[in-house]
């Protein structure tokens, strides 16, 4: 046997035996596979909707005139407005906008549409009300009910205005909410992946005594890194596909980029984390020493690395520092490929990063990593 076969056996043997180990445990199947799914049906609905903007809104018309009628009727019809018909009061309205249950209530007084004494055209007065807590909503409402009030008023008064404003599409489709939410749920997936996955089970066989076994053999630390990490590089790829699906054909995901480009930095970023995972679950003696520093390194990159919300939101200082936080290249890589569709050369700076965080974490694995 050649000095290249007898060096590439044992990784090909632990790719198999753990790729076996993840698809026996039920547990590590939901959390790579079924958990990620759920994240995603979640996220998914709460943001692959569409964005049209509607109201709660009580609505008490008191007038019998024909524009309040017609102005009834229109709201009705018009999905901006959500009329909530179980509420017959003003003092049940209050309740509900002081629980949040109602946007603002809109009143039709009585003489709302009718013409009053020495005038010639009808008139009135929309009342809203909205609660202190929820003024913005308020405000937005009335700004568009102007708006409505504006347009009748022209009915009836011939007025023409020096400046008006214009607006237009691009028709060009931009980046959705869903869009930019999949890159940080899959950058969830790959955390989940790579980090809790080494630093349960690293402990629990050091505790059973399986890695002092494979310190007894020929085995070296740099083919057992190698195994693990190819097949957690190929339950990643796994990951990434059930997910894409999921994604394209529940919730329309819009993919613009080359599939070999994302399928490569879900790998790359599978290899970074997984190496922090190695180095955690390597050194730690058990699970009670693992978890805890499992959490310390993955809770920051959660939230700083925008999975659950934009890094652009953040202030300019804390941006500079979360460009550098292992994560946040490997989502932004993965939101540039399906988005813009970037090729390799365009992520020229997050691809760098990511292999420097790589060389750094897997020279800290190494030199920390114990068998028992």
Not at 62 to 84: C, P, V, Y
Not at 156 to 178: E, M, R
């Amino acid at each position: 046997m050649s000095d290249f076969r007898r060096a590439i056996l044992p990784i090909t043997t632990f790719v198999r035996i753990d790729v076996k180990r993840l698809f026996r445990d039920k547990v590590a199947i939901f959390f790579v596979f079924v958990f990620p799914l759920i994240f995603l049906l979640i996220f998914g609905s709460i943001f692959s909707g569409d964005n049209n903007v509607s109201f709660r809104v009580a609505l008490f018309n008191e007038s019998e005139s024909e524009i309040a009628t017609e102005l009834e009727n229109q709201m009705r019809e018009n999905d901006f407005f959500q009329l909530d018909e179980d509420v017959t009061t003003a003092e049940q309205a209050e309740e509900k906008m002081s629980r949040g249950q109602l946007d603002a209530t809109i009143v039709l007084p009585a003489e709302f549409g009718t013409v009053a004494e020495g005038q010639q055209n009808p008139s009135g007065n929309l009342d809203i009300t909205y609660n202190q807590s929820n003024e913005n909503a308020g405000q937005t409402l009335a700004s568009v009910m102007n708006s409505v009030m504006a347009e009748i008023n022209n009915q009836f008064v011939d007025t023409s205005v020096p400046f008006t404003v214009t607006a237009s599409s691009t028709d060009t489709q931009g980046l959705s909410q869903f869009d930019y939410t999949f890159s940080g749920i899959l950058g969830f997936t790959l955390l989940s992946l790579g980090i809790f996955g080494p630093t349960t089970v690293f402990p629990r066989l050091k505790q059973r005594g399986v890695l002092r076994r494979y310190k007894a053999t020929t085995l070296k630390i740099w083919q057992f890194f190698t195994g693990n990490v190819l097949s957690n590089a190929f339950v990643g790829l796994i990951a990434l596909v059930i997910m894409f699906a999921a994604a394209v054909l529940i919730f329309d995901l819009n993919m613009r980029g080359s599939y070999l480009n994302l399928a490569i930095v879900v790998t790359l970023g599978t290899i970074l984390l997984f190496g922090i995972g190695l180095a955690i679950g390597g050194w730690a003696k058990n699970e009670n020493q693992a978890a805890p520093i499992s959490q310390l390194v993955t809770l920051p990159m959660m939230f700083l690395s925008g999975v659950f919300f934009p890094v652009f939101l953040m202030p300019e200082i804390l941006q500079n520092i979360t460009r550098f936080i292992p994560l946040t290249p490997i989502i932004d890589s993965i939101r540039l490929v399906i988005t813009e569709n970037a090729s390799l050369l365009d992520l020229g700076s997050e691809l760098g990063i990511i292999l420097g965080w790589t060389v750094v974490v897997y020279l800290v694995a190494f030199k920390v990593f114990r068998w028992e």
